[in-house]
Structures are given as C-alpha cells and as structure tokens.
C-alpha cells in the first residue's frame, strides 16, 4: 500500500512560479515510477509530468514542457513538480500518482495510488 500526500500548491500570478511536492509512504516508492496530473473545472484529468523509477527517464506533455520539471528523491520518498512561467491555463487540482511499474507512463490506467491534489490557481 502506498499513500501519496500533496503539497504546494496556492494562488500565484501569471509569469509565476510553484513548486509541488509529493511525499509517499510505503516500501515500494523506489521502485515506482511516479507522475503527475491534473484536473481543471469541468474537464478531465490530464497528464502533466512522469518519472521512470530512478529519475533518469522524465516525459511530459506538450503544453508544460519547457516550463515544468518532473524530479524525485528516493532517500526522502518524494517527488516534486517544479512550475515556471505559469499560465491561467494551468489553474487545477494537480494529483501525484504512484504506478506498480518501473518505467513511466503518460496514461491514467497505469497508475494504482493517487493522492487527495492540490489546487494550483494562476491569476492573469
């Protein structure tokens, strides 16, 4: 069993930056590969950043690469999503995710553990 527990996000300006945090519990972190999404009003969860078991491996979606980095510690079970130059756009409930695989994955389906999200608000 693994528990995910979401941190940093809140009310930023366009241009802004935020950095997320996602602290796991459970003997398995180290070898799951982690990713995470997000949810605007209205839509459906989305894909925003994965990350392979050891950190060497890291995709994300067209709409945040560039701006956003995917990154992990093993030695703390935590891995973080660091935003830069944020946009309304990004304004959700962003999700970490924990996957039973070693090697990342862009789809809902592959990840078993979810945490409760956090609410990222960029203001223009």
């Known amino acids: 069993q693994v528990q995910l527990v979401e941190s940093g996000g809140g009310l930023v300006q366009t241009g802004g930056s935020l950095r997320l945090s996602c602290a796991a519990s459970?003997?398995?972190?180290?070898?799951?590969?982690m990713g995470w999404f997000r949810q605007a009003p209205g839509k459906e969860r989305a894909f925003v950043a994965t990350i392979n078991w050891s950190g060497a491996s890291t995709y994300y979606a067209d709409s945040v690469k560039g701006r956003f980095t995917i990154s992990r510690d093993n030695t703390k079970n935590t891995v973080f999503l660091q935003m830069n130059s944020l946009k309304p756009e990004d304004t959700a409930v962003y999700y970490c995710?924990?996957?039973?695989?070693?090697?990342?994955?862009?789809?809902?389906?592959?990840?078993?553990?979810w945490g409760q999200g956090t609410q990222v608000t960029v203001s223009s």
């Open positions: 459970g003997r398995t972190f180290s070898t799951s590969a």
């Open positions: 995710a924990a996957s039973s695989m070693v090697y990342s994955s862009s789809s809902l389906n592959e990840y078993n553990y």
